[in-house]
């Protein structure tokens, strides 16, 4: 069946998972729906003792076994020692057909290969994969299906029903012995646990894991001793390196300091450039680059960001302090700048990931942006967005906020360089879909700016100014001039994942990936 | 006469020519002209491999109107007479004699190049020379250098070896370039040449880079050679005309090309008197704010 | 051109190809890709047409594509036939001329 955005998604994968074609990005605005709720267990003999002496016997006392699906959050980035943990016990323990519902999973969980291929692992939901688990996925190794879901859409389908979460593992970089978390004053930092808060609300069993056991009451808290079963001591929680970077230094390449010049005049010259004004940001160098020049504006004019939303690093917490930002709403930390602000900035705020981007609550965050700036793999005539498959058709990215922020903009923005190596970036087709066309707005590489055709109010906004406008087809014209049309990827018939929309429709699947065929 | 000759050239990028990465689209930066090196980039056994490089990246890729100039081996090598070849196969817009020492040595690669260009049916004309000083000899040579042919649009002052010849080093202060600036512009500006300075290769100073372009603009000289596209947004801001310049400029553009149409002989701006001699720098500050896109006038 | 010895040309960098050219009998083309996906066909393509302007009909070329444009895979498949075929640089600087626009276009 053909969706909304024209991709073909095969009636066995609807049949299958029971959901529906992607009808465009607001087509479930009203629709009511009632919430799920996990079977608790009431703690009232206040004799009882949560502290278990290791994951395993966490794992017993939550009833472990066969199919049962364990969640976690991805707030220790490429740092994160807790999957790999629980997921060991759970090998040995002999436990199969565990589905991993996670917040997103990153290189850092390559050692889950062998679970993966000797069935102890056989379905995984996440924002997105990288590395050996992207790889795994896309060459079939994964028994069942693979769901990429964004941040918000995470939020929904847990608070839907969709998924039901078994166990909660939740690295907390302090807890105290009756399970208040922090995402401060540890070893292992993270600034904020927006992400696992839905985890601890819906799953049945909920297991904090630190490795800062800290005097009780851990206050202010992020998640509450109300919502945890058991909590667990080890040694580390995380590698501190590898969950922030020191700041990164501005980058120095030039191209995306002219991409992110283009940004910022992009921002300025549109009506929501106000006092006021609300905005979220990426971390990548065009991105920082952007926030930096957009910042002196600020400054020289007079204006005030209202908002700064989103996942946070350095320059941020820089505007905010200088007094340029109002107020940052947090619910990922990039850097120890990031983690040190939210931490002690009173103008600095952790959200929930349901309050930031969840689309079926009562309004998140992101309905609030004037702006968002995003990256993008490729970005096809349509103004489609693919994050999550390289062009390669491995899997190799996450959703992230990416469809959340978009939908909820007034005015998003993605940069993209339009050639990485041969590969154009601006292309016919995507090799998937993440982020639909229609809510975003304005695409800008090395060689000119794109602005969706359905924004005539912005294209009238930026004639005048010296910004190099063209159509999107003409910059997939000149990438093509320069590389060469590339052919679509060729891929098996298997299905093994779905790209799910925010709103818990399917944008896209997923094939499998086939080596390549010399036609003669 | 070709028209490239008294071209806009306020920065020239080094770009090693057998490097896919940094010749595939150095446009993007919009120098005025990138040099594609054959010379001191190129590892010796490689001086093959980086002219397949260039012919293809000459024939291939489109440069959008940036210059293409070929920093050819110097003439001491036995590389040179092939580098001239696949210069005028690959039509390059200019080549860029390394080491240039006198009058002598621009004549043999204009005779080189008059081979070449019989061989593969290229217009004698089409391609231009400028000379790279970097010896002592070379710059003492200027004046002839600069007088050799009317296919060499201009010199250009290569810091390194210089400093070497003259048994100092760069200093960052400029003063051991003092001489050879000032002499070069002379030489140059009396020729009716174009005149470029050495590169600045501290890439992490960018206020001592837009200093030195400052200064060498006030000297006289067109443009500065560029190791990074970090440098070119500032030098084209160095280069780019003041708005009085630019309102001064086109006044007397008008002026003196309204009442030479008229058969006049004497012009006057503001109310004064001015000399015809101001003409070409007035023409040229227009044309260097048409290229920093801060003209909106109608000349 | 007669493949008369082993020779390479190109490096393992973005945007590069790294070719090498080894004597043989009948054409043995073996084409490893970054972009093998997107560009595979082209590649070859390219790669084939070069050996033909080349006159290469004995030969086993293996070429490790990172991103190249086709004038970089031109250039390279050039650079190591030419080295292969006798065309070192210093049979060029003693006067050995190359075929620009002829055999290399």
């Known amino acids: 069946m053909i969706n909304a955005v024209g991709r073909d998604i095969p009636e ?6 029971g959901m529906q074609p992607f009808a465009g990005a ?18 009232i003999d206040p004799k009882e003792d949560k502290m278990l002496p290791s994951i395993k016997d966490a794992l017993v006392k939550c009833g472990i076994k066969d199919g049962m699906t364990l969640s976690f959050h991805h707030h220790f980035r490429e740092g994160d020692y807790v999957v790999n943990m629980v997921m060991e016990e759970v090998h040995k323990m002999g436990i199969k057909d565990i589905t991993i519902c996670a917040s997103s999973l990153g290189k850092a969980h390559n050692p889950l290969l062998p679970m993966i291929e000797d069935g102890t692992i056989t379905n995984i939901q996440s924002s997105g994969v990288r590395g050996k688990i992207g790889e795994a996925i896309s060459t079939g190794k994964l028994k069942g299906l693979a769901i990429m879901r964004s941040h918000g859409g995470r939020v929904r389908a847990i608070e839907s029903g969709d998924v039901h979460i078994d166990i909660a593992f939740i690295g907390a970089p302090t807890c105290d012995k009756y399970g208040n978390m922090r995402a401060n004053g540890g070893k292992s930092d993270c600034g904020v646990l927006s992400y696992a808060y839905v985890d601890a609300q819906y799953a049945d069993k909920v297991v904090a894991v630190t490795d800062t056991l800290v005097p009780y009451p851990n206050l202010p808290c992020s998640i509450s001793q109300v919502n945890v079963d058991y909590v667990v001591e080890v040694d580390e929680i995380g590698n501190p390196a590898k969950i922030a970077t020191g700041a990164a230094k501005p980058t120095t390449d030039v191209r995306k300091i002219m991409m992110a010049d283009y940004c910022t005049q992009f921002v300025i010259n549109t009506p929501y450039f106000k006092n006021g004004f609300s905005y979220q ?13 957009l910042g002196k504006i600020m400054k020289e004019r007079g204006i005030k960001m209202g908002l700064g939303l989103g996942g946070i690093a350095g320059p941020m917490c820089k505007l905010l302090e200088e007094g340029l930002i109002e107020k940052l709403v947090d619910t990922q930390d990039f850097d120890l700048t990031a983690i040190e602000s939210v931490a002690h900035n009173p103008n600095h705020f952790e959200i929930t990931g349901s309050e930031y981007a969840n689309p079926m609550n009562k309004g998140a965050y992101v309905n609030q942006l004037d702006f968002v700036i995003l990256a993008s793999l490729e970005v096809d005539v349509n103004f489609n967005c693919n994050v999550v498959v390289g062009s390669d058709g491995m899997i190799t990215g996450a959703q992230g906020g990416h469809p959340d922020t978009a939908a909820g903009a007034k005015c998003t923005i993605v940069i993209a360089p339009l050639l990485q190596g041969r590969i154009p970036a601006i292309c016919d087709e995507c090799t998937a879909i993440t ?20 924004r005539q109010d912005l294209i009238e906004c930026m004639k005048g100014t010296k910004l190099p406008i063209c159509t999107i087809e003409e910059l997939r014209d000149l990438a093509y001039s320069i590389v060469g049309k590339p052919d679509p990827v060729k891929f098996g018939d298997r299905v093994v994942g779905v790209i799910e929309s925010r709103d818990g429709t399917i944008i896209d699947v997923v094939r499998q990936i086939k080596d390549y065929e010399w036609d003669d | 006469m070709n028209p490239n000759l008294n071209r806009l050239r306020r920065s020239m990028m080094f770009l090693n020519a057998q490097k896919p990465s940094l010749i595939k689209d150095p446009y993007i930066y919009k120098p005025d002209s990138i040099m594609l090196d054959l010379e001191d980039a190129v590892a010796e056994n490689q001086k093959d491999a980086a002219r397949y490089s260039l012919y293809h990246a000459l024939k291939e890729i489109d440069y959008r109107g940036v210059e293409r100039v070929v920093r050819i081996n110097g003439l001491e090598t036995a590389h040179w007479k092939e580098d001239v070849r696949v210069c005028v196969a690959g039509r390059c817009d200019s080549i860029r004699i390394s080491k240039t020492e006198s009058a002598a040595d621009v004549l043999a690669v204009e005779a080189e190049m008059r081979k070449a260009e019989e061989e593969f049916g290229v217009e004698h004309g089409s391609i231009l020379i400028m000379a790279a000083l970097e010896s002592t000899k070379g710059v003492l040579a200027a004046r002839e250098i600069c007088e050799a042919s009317p296919l060499l649009f201009g010199i250009a002052l290569s810091g390194g070896d210089y400093t070497k010849d003259l048994q100092t080093s760069i200093s960052g202060t400029g003063v ?9 512009v002379n030489a140059a500006r009396c020729a009716g040449k174009q005149v470029f300075d050495t590169v600045f290769t501290n ?14 603009k006030t000297m006289g000289f067109d443009g500065k050679s560029i190791v990074n596209p970090r440098q070119i947004a500032v030098c084209h801001e160095v280069f780019t005309p003041t708005e009085k310049e630019i309102i001064k400029a086109e006044k007397i553009v008008k002026e003196v090309d309204e009442k030479k149409a008229m058969g006049i002989g004497v012009f006057t701006v503001d109310g004064k008197m001015i000399d015809i001699a101001f003409y070409p720098g007035a023409k040229r500050t227009i044309e260097l704010a048409k290229a920093a896109g801060v003209y909106e006038g109608d000349l | 051109m007669e493949v008369k010895i082993t020779a390479m040309a190109g490096t393992l960098e973005s945007s590069d190809c790294q070719v090498t050219v080894e004597p043989g009998t009948g054409l043995d083309l073996s084409i490893e890709s970054s972009v093998i996906n997107q560009y595979g066909k082209a590649i070859k393509k390219t790669v084939l047409e070069t050996l033909e302007r080349l006159e290469v009909k004995d030969a086993k070329v293996t070429l490790v594509d990172k991103g190249a444009l086709d004038c970089t895979l031109k250039a390279r498949v050039e650079g190591a036939v030419f080295r292969a075929s006798g065309y070192t640089e210093d049979d060029i600087c003693a006067g050995k001329k190359l075929p620009w626009g002829g055999a290399i276009q």
């Open chain 2, 203 to 216: 890439l992490d100073d960018m206020e001592g880079f837009r200093k030195e372009t400052e200064m060498i």
């Open chain 1, 435 to 454: 982020t639909p066309g229609e809510t975003v707005d304005v695409v800008i590489t090395d060689y000119g700016i794109a602005i969706n055709p359905r």
């Open chain 1, 281 to 293: 940001t990426g971390v990548g160098g065009a991105s920082i680059a952007s926030t930096i020049s």
């Open chain 1, 12 to 17: 066995e994968i609807i049949k299958a998972t």
């Open chain 1, 26 to 43: 607001y087509a479930r605005h009203n629709m009511t729906y009632k919430k799920d709720a996990p079977v608790v267990r009431a703690v």
């Open chain 2, 176 to 184: 051991e370039f003092a001489w050879a600036r000032g002499y070069m």
